[in-house]
């Protein structure tokens, strides 16, 4: 048995329960959650925005020690700190062999069903199936993951600050670093700068750009984004396109990162990217789309490139953010703006919310 806030209708409070946790199968391991981040996407799943089944333990952004392994797993042990990912890439299809584990049909299924990779939950309720968000499910004390789920790091990084590696620093600097391919020298614009958007913002200095805009309408984000790397910064406006404009000799950004998520800010995107530039998305939701193409795109030979999860592959990037971090390249301790008990994580989703903040983090 574990305790775990439980979604079982879109747009309902969270209940806090006691749900049966099945013994590890071949393969995974069991891990006692410390801290879990709140994601925009865990809120959009609460609000209905966007479609998941349910009964549902949402959650996706953890950290936490490992406390049992299944058969077959060698590479971690009870004691271990680990950081939780959704993409356990299978490491032998089509795309895992070209390097592009990000794309791996294994870890779909996951994000897609919200089960493990066969399609099986290993948390129950009254003997149904409870979901695991993204085939995790952290907003749980403990929950069992596929060992591939769960990236050993050391012990002395700050628990609160590791959980949010696994999606809003992997997804925001990856977006800048891997998917942008930002280059010294370039000028970048971050639209949107939230828990993602921030690190974004850190891949491009840290990729040496030399001009990073950063976009976004609360204050104390675009204060933070300052503090991370961002040499300007811009109220989101109508207007906004020209002044990076302005800001860029009339030639617009070499890569814009959107991360908002919003069809009017993903039209600005493409828009303040220069002739030949690209613009990756990050944040779009379903029903956005892309206005003029010819226009806007195809004669200016823009390049729109999608962004999943920073186009990252895990076992390389997760423990490459981490010596950054302790090298003081790399923020972490920063983004964490508010922390939680696992008793108010209705709170922390709240305050995700209300975008405040850079994350909010739930600490058992």
Request: charged share 20%; net charge neutral.
């Given at each position: 048995m574990t305790e775990a806030a439980l979604l079982e209708r879109a747009g309902s409070a969270l209940r806090i329960t006691e749900i049966t946790l099945a013994d590890p199968r071949p393969g995974e391991v069991v891990v006692e959650v410390r801290a879990t981040g709140v994601c925009q996407s865990d809120v959009g799943v609460f609000t209905g925005k966007l479609p998941a089944p349910v009964p549902l333990v949402l959650g996706h952004e953890g950290a936490g020690v490992v406390v049992e392994v299944g058969d077959d797993v060698e590479d971690l042990q009870p004691g271990d700190h680990v950081?939780?990912?959704?993409?356990?890439?299978?490491?032998?299809?089509?795309?895992?062999?070209?390097?592009?584990?990000?794309?791996?049909?294994?870890?779909r299924t996951m994000l897609g069903a919200h089960t493990m990779s066969d399609g099986s939950t290993r948390m129950s309720l009254d003997g149904a199936p409870v979901r695991q968000f993204c085939g995790l499910g952290s907003f749980s004390q403990r929950t069992v993951v596929p060992a591939g789920a769960a990236i050993k790091i050391p012990d002395d990084i700050p628990i609160a600050s590791a959980a949010l590696l696994g999606c809003g620093v992997l997804t925001g600097f990856g977006a800048a670093v891997h998917t942008g391919d930002v280059r010294v020298g370039d000028t970048v614009a971050v639209v949107g700068c939230?828990?993602?958007?921030?690190?974004?913002?850190?891949?491009?200095?840290?990729?040496?750009?030399?001009?990073?805009?950063?976009?976004?309408?609360?204050?104390?984000?675009?204060?933070?984004?300052?503090?991370?790397?961002?040499?300007?910064?811009?109220?989101?406006?109508?207007?906004?396109?020209?002044?990076?404009?302005?800001?860029?000799?009339?030639?617009?950004?070499?890569?814009?990162?959107?991360?908002?998520?919003?069809?009017?800010?993903?039209?600005?995107?493409?828009?303040?990217?220069?002739?030949?530039?690209?613009?990756?998305?990050?944040?779009?939701?379903?029903?956005?789309?892309?206005?003029?193409?010819?226009?806007?795109?195809?004669?200016?030979?823009?390049?729109?490139?999608?962004?999943?999860?920073?186009?990252?592959?895990?076992?390389?990037?997760?423990?490459?953010?981490?010596?950054?971090?302790?090298?003081?390249?790399?923020?972490?301790?920063?983004?964490?703006?508010?922390?939680?008990?696992?008793?108010?994580?209705?709170?922390?989703?709240?305050?995700?919310?209300?975008?405040?903040?850079?994350?909010?983090v739930v600490l058992a």
């Open positions: 950081v939780l990912s959704w993409l356990a890439s299978c490491g032998s299809c089509f795309y895992c062999q070209r390097a592009e584990q990000h794309l791996c049909g294994r870890p939230g828990g993602v958007g921030l690190n974004a913002v850190q891949g491009a200095r840290i990729a040496g750009a030399t001009t990073i805009i950063a976009i976004d309408v609360h204050d104390d984000r675009l204060a933070l984004a300052s503090e991370l790397g961002a040499t300007h910064t811009l109220t989101a406006s109508p207007d906004v396109v020209k002044q990076v404009q302005a800001l860029t000799g009339r030639r617009g950004a070499d890569v814009v990162i959107e991360v908002a998520g919003r069809q009017e800010t993903v039209q600005q995107a493409i828009a303040m990217a220069r002739r030949g530039g690209t613009t990756v998305l990050v944040g779009a939701a379903p029903g956005v789309g892309i206005d003029e193409v010819f226009g806007n795109v195809v004669m200016a030979g823009k390049t729109v490139k999608g962004c999943l999860y920073g186009s990252a592959h895990i076992r390389r990037d997760i423990p490459r953010l981490v010596e950054l971090y302790r090298s003081g390249t790399l923020h972490l301790d920063q983004l964490v703006t508010e922390t939680f008990p696992f008793s108010d994580i209705a709170k922390a989703v709240d305050y995700c919310a209300a975008e405040q903040g850079a994350r909010a």
